[in-house]
């Protein structure tokens, strides 16, 4: 199963809007995926004792991630950077066992006109440094507030097509690195 990571809790934020278009396009695949809206993140986890102990109630969110056969980040630029929301996240989930060897694709949006290229790289040195399998078929999706129509659709056919071909090619990626890491050792 996917585990698609909506980056942000901000309020009817753009990244819920692409979001749910990845996830439509994982469905047509027949894809099994869980959506981890961190706008659900239970309010317990920001208390200064979740570093000792974590809450019960964030329990389902490291779970779905342990669980996981790969994560798909979809995430906002916010000053350059990535959603703190986002970086505690990732800081509160188990070390090293929830991104160790694990892949993760990566979907960017801004407001500018560079599609959240900085926070994706930040994220890529992020989960390199935890040994995850960055999947290299990223997607930038700049000035996202031209891109989205009222009813937040992509007006762009061909964005979605490479939002498409970049979930198939996750898929295929997931699934080779599977059938690598579950080969037997040569003696």
């Known amino acids: 199963m996917i585990t698609l990571i909506i980056g ?14 990845v996830e439509r396009l994982y469905a047509e695949m027949q894809t099994p ?5 961190l706008a659900q993140l239970p309010p317990e986890i920001f208390s200064p004792a979740s570093y000792a102990e974590k809450p019960k109630a964030f329990r389902p969110f490291s779970e779905a991630i342990l669980a996981s056969a790969g994560l ?6 916010y000053n350059g950077s990535l959603p703190g929301v986002l970086k505690y996240f990732i800081d ?9 060897q694990r892949p993760v694709c990566f979907t960017g949006l801004s407001a ?6 900085r926070p994706v790289e ?10 995850a399998f960055v999947f290299p078929g990223r997607v930038f999706l700049p000035q996202i507030h ?5 009813s937040g659709k992509l007006k762009d056919a061909e964005l979605l097509e490479r939002l498409r071909k970049q979930a198939a090619g996750f898929v295929d990626f ?10 037997p050792a040569k003696a």
């Open 8 to 21: 942000t809790n901000r309020p009817g934020s753009n990244t819920r809007k692409v979001a749910a278009h």
């Open 33 to 37: 995926l869980h959506v981890l809206d």
């Open 72 to 77: 798909h980040v979809v995430t906002p630029e």
């Open 92 to 100: 509160m989930l188990e070390f090293p066992e929830s991104f160790e």
């Open 112 to 117: 500018g006109i560079w599609g959240a290229l």
């Open 122 to 131: 930040q994220l890529q040195a992020i989960f390199g440094y935890r040994n």
């Open 146 to 150: 031209n891109l989205l129509d009222d």
């Open 174 to 183: 997931v699934e080779k690195l599977k059938r690598v890491t579950l080969r």
